[in-house]
């Protein structure tokens, strides 16, 4: 390999006064990720900080907990900021090329508030000439498909406020989280033993993503600005319906035998949990509208995204200790 030579002293490469260098030549892109302790942002997170080109600057409200100092062991910044103090934003933002924003309606189910939120950083974003925002957004089902769905919603008048503000910025589009079927919606055992996947699709296929493996498809739109700036982004490991899910399941963690539920959407949105009406509107915008969520293009930007088949492989034994 050839050595380069030391290459000119300019704004841009002066040393540091903390002794850090970037090994490239080029410095480093600073990327501030909001969020950075939780499923999104911390995979987003790790993802950049195992790559030279780029410097993290984690944000979190508690910047002493386990998490945050973990991000700090493998080389993040953590600063404390909160979207719902627009004056700790602005120099979380300071300096950063770009930006990863993921805001969390389901910590006050308040649809008002995460838009608040939301038009808080873009306003900050705007302000701090970040160059390339990677927003965690989704569709706005109201204005789609006639009925509400709050915590798509909200995401969606983020991403139209964004917009309209020209903001360079990517959106990203998770779909169903595999990891649901250990949480929320875990397999119930009936009383024949079997379990039933009480995920209301009717029979249709749906997308599904391993949350914590999209970080690496995140740096690459980082990587490559021009080519995804200002579009739109569905992740998806595979599509499957509900049944297909079952089967994955009961070769997986045989002798146990899986099915899908019969429930529809709409009896699901009755069933009188907090968010049920919202989680039924879900799978039925799911199944109606069939939103954009692409394995191609994903597999694309991350090459080895995990299918159902293989998360529930690598999850065996959190799966069986989850079910009753």
């Known amino acids: ?104 309606y389901w910590e006050y189910k308040d649809k008002d508030r995460e838009v608040e939120q939301g038009k808080a950083i873009a306003d900050a974003a705007k302000a701090a000439g970040v160059l390339h925002v990677v927003f965690s957004g989704l569709e706005n089902v109201q204005k789609i498909a006639g009925f509400p769905c709050p915590h798509f919603d909200a995401k969606g008048q983020v991403e139209e406020y964004m917009t309209s503000l020209d903001l360079p910025v990517t959106f990203v589009r998770y779909s169903f989280y595999y990891g649901n079927v250990i949480s929320m919606m875990k397999p119930q055992k009936q009383e024949d033993g079997t379990y039933v996947l009480g995920i209301p699709m009717e029979g249709a296929a749906m997308d599904g993503v391993a949350a914590k493996d999209m970080g690496p498809a995140v740096r690459t739109i980082y990587k490559n600005c021009t080519q995804w700036v200002r579009r739109s982004v569905g992740f998806s490991g595979g599509r499957l319906t509900v049944q297909e899910m079952a089967d994955i399941l009961s ?66 034994a959190a799966l069986e200790n989850g079910l009753d």
């Open 251 to 316: 070769k997986h963690l045989a002798p146990k035998v899986f099915k899908a539920s019969d429930m529809t959407a709409d009896a699901f949105g009755q069933l009188g949990f907090p968010g049920a009406e919202d989680l039924g509107n879900m799978f039925k915008f799911y199944r109606l509208h069939n939103p954009d969520r692409s394995v191609e293009t994903t597999r694309q930007l991350h090459p080895a995204a995990k299918n159902f088949d293989t998360w529930v492989a690598e999850n065996k």
């Open 1 to 104: 390999v050839q050595q380069s030579t030391p290459t000119k002293v300019n704004n841009t490469t002066a040393p540091r006064a903390d002794g850090w260098q970037q090994p490239h030549g080029d410095m480093a892109k600073l990327i501030t990720v909001f969020g950075a302790t939780g499923t999104q942002g911390g995979s987003v997170a790790y993802a950049l900080l195992e790559d030279p080109d780029f410097k993290v600057r984690a944000v979190t409200r508690n910047a002493s907990s386990d998490k945050a100092k973990a991000l700090q062991e493998k080389g993040a910044e953590v600063v404390e900021a909160s979207f719902d103090d627009p004056s700790t934003l602005g120099p979380a933002l300071q300096g950063a090329h770009g930006v990863f924003v993921v805001t969390n």
